[in-house]
């Protein structure tokens, strides 16, 4: 079955502390690959986004993620978190060229300033 | 460019009842996909819906339904309300262009939060 994980469901960090959330996920054939984020009060929007090519894709917020075949993994990665930071953050995935998406359960990232 | 706009906001249903969300996607957009979200089991995918016709389904009971107009505004329906239709329901659009164009990416709306009791 089709499914997404993402194992950390809680974090808490320090300002400038690095941070790597991970995604693990079971598809078969082609598979898109993205993180969302929804700040406190706000809908989700899209962090970055991996369809094909480089597996090392850079998102907005200095924020990039790795896309690894052999491990069913897109882990998504900051060098230095900020307490705006502080937010919900989902994994995704979908069939190429449909719009049927399964979303991990979230990990929510809270940074002290 | 105004964002998805999801009415009501809020609402307050009992068991039994039947309940209507209505999105208003992105101008251009013509894709409407919907979600529910509840905690621990994060979004799962309801339907999708692409120039009036459904084009995906997920995995709910026959008592979520949904449309979507010419003008690509998508309502959807829960029949029956059970307790545990109480979730955040999120509308997504997306232009759904094909080609290089097309980015799958999904543009949320706020949600319509309903409590069944």
């Known amino acids: 079955a089709q499914s997404v994980s993402q194992h950390n469901h809680h974090v808490i960090l320090s300002e400038a502390a690095s941070l790597e959330l991970g995604c693990n996920y079971s598809y078969g054939g082609t598979v898109n690959l993205f993180w969302y984020v929804q700040y406190p009060g706000q809908h989700l929007q899209l962090l970055l986004k991996y369809f094909s090519g480089d597996p090392l894709v850079k998102g907005i917020k200095g924020f990039e993620a790795e896309f690894i075949k052999s491990k069913f993994s897109f882990n998504l990665r900051k060098p230095s978190v900020q307490w705006s930071d502080t937010a919900e953050y989902f994994c995704a995935a979908g069939t190429s060229g449909t719009y049927k998406y399964i979303f991990g359960t979230g990990t929510r990232l809270k940074v002290l300033a | 460019k105004a964002g998805v706009t999801q009415t009501p906001r809020y609402l307050i249903k009992t068991r039994g009842q039947q309940v209507t969300l209505s999105c208003s996607p992105i101008s251009g957009h013509r894709s409407v996909s919907w979600y529910q979200q509840t905690p621990g089991q994060g979004l799962q995918f309801l339907f999708e819906y692409f120039s009036e016709t459904q084009r995906n389904k997920g995995n709910f009971p026959g008592r979520f339904s949904g449309r979507q107009f010419s003008n690509s505004r998508s309502e959807m329906n829960v029949s029956t309300l059970e307790l545990g239709d109480s979730a955040l329901y999120l509308c997504?659009?997306?232009?759904?262009?094909?080609?290089?164009?097309?980015?799958?990416?999904?543009?949320f709306g706020e949600g319509s939060r309903l409590t069944v009791l």
């Open positions: 997504a659009s997306s232009p759904r262009t094909s080609g290089r164009a097309n980015t799958g990416e999904l543009f």
